[in-house]
């Protein structure tokens, strides 16, 4: 069964949570990440790339998504808007795409989606990264800011979120389908603090790090044009403000991991991570 959910968790927060003084340097496309570039990744723990999808892979994904909003299929998890709860019936269309916050789990159901997670260029990336060729694709995600309200994302690991050996390298791949801008939420990271190990998360508006634990001396906000991306490691700081604006604010993302990396239990996940993230999701 396809399942349609509804997203209760957000709220006020305060504005210097995500300054915008400070902005990430980027390179200009897939093929221009080389040796140093990858260093520069593993020091900072992120790295962004200007023109990586081209136009048309931009609008194959767009469409992809919009088709399985439009069409929800079996085993797609697409989650909706709180406000939208009452008129999903009656909505239709951009409206409806509007109402969505998140869909998980849809490469299996949709070949235009699968394409984008299997890029070659994406990958040859991911795969230096890791340091193997022999890699999987552990989450597919796409996270949709609607105009006018989509809600932040607090700062957090995405590693808390994976029962996966706390050593294993973890790489995010966010990918923005429209212009992510500082006003409608676009990514923010702190520099170096993937080094900094794993760091306890709490139920707040979010399950994620307290905000008096973010280091927002050293934020780095990550605008990116439509098609660019941030390739960023699982232990990096990181997180997005609300959509202040009329426009979307749709996004990729996946996480890669080798074949062959070790499994933990969610006890064991938690033991480090904090015990009130149980049923907690990215
Ligand atoms: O796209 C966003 O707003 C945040 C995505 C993110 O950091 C996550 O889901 O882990």
Not at 50 to 63: G, K, V
Not at 125 to 142: E, F, N, P, R, Y
């Amino acid at each position: 069964m396809s399942l349609a959910r509804v997203d209760d968790l957000g709220g006020a927060y305060a504005d210097s949570l995500y300054a915008t003084d400070v902005l990430a340097n980027t390179v200009g496309n897939l093929p221009a990440v080389d040796v140093d570039a990858i260093e520069e990744y593993r020091a900072l723990g992120f790295l962004s790339v200007r023109e990586a999808l081209t136009p048309q892979e931009n609008q194959q994904a767009l469409a992809g998504l919009r088709h399985l909003i439009d069409n929800p299929k079996d085993g797609v998890d697409l989650q909706f808007e709180a406000w939208a709860q009452d008129q999903l019936a009656q909505l239709h269309g951009d409206d409806r795409m509007d109402a969505v916050r998140k869909l998980q789990k849809f490469t299996h159901a949709e070949d235009r989606l699968l394409g984008i997670a299997n890029h070659p260029g994406i990958l040859r990336t991911v795969k230096a990264i890791i340091g193997t060729d022999d890699i999987v694709l552990l989450q597919d995600m796409a996270l949709l800011k609607p105009p006018g309200g989509g809600r932040e994302k607090p700062w957090h690991q995405d590693k808390a979120f994976f029962n996966l050996d706390l050593d294993a390298t973890i790489v995010g791949v966010w990918i923005a389908l429209d212009a992510a801008t500082p006003e409608n939420g676009c990514m923010h990271v702190i520099p170096g603090s993937h080094r900094e190990g794993p760091i306890p998360h709490f139920k707040r508006r979010d399950w994620q790090i307290c905000d008096t634990d973010v280091d927002t001396a050293r934020n780095v906000a990550v605008p990116l044009d439509p098609g660019g991306l941030l390739f960023f490691d699982g232990y990096i700081h990181h997180g997005t403000p609300q959509n202040r604006t009329a426009t979307r604010r749709r996004a990729l993302q996946f996480h890669y991991v080798a074949r062959d990396v070790l499994r933990i239990t969610e006890e064991e996940r938690l033991a480090v991570f904090g015990l009130e993230g149980r049923g907690a999701e990215c």
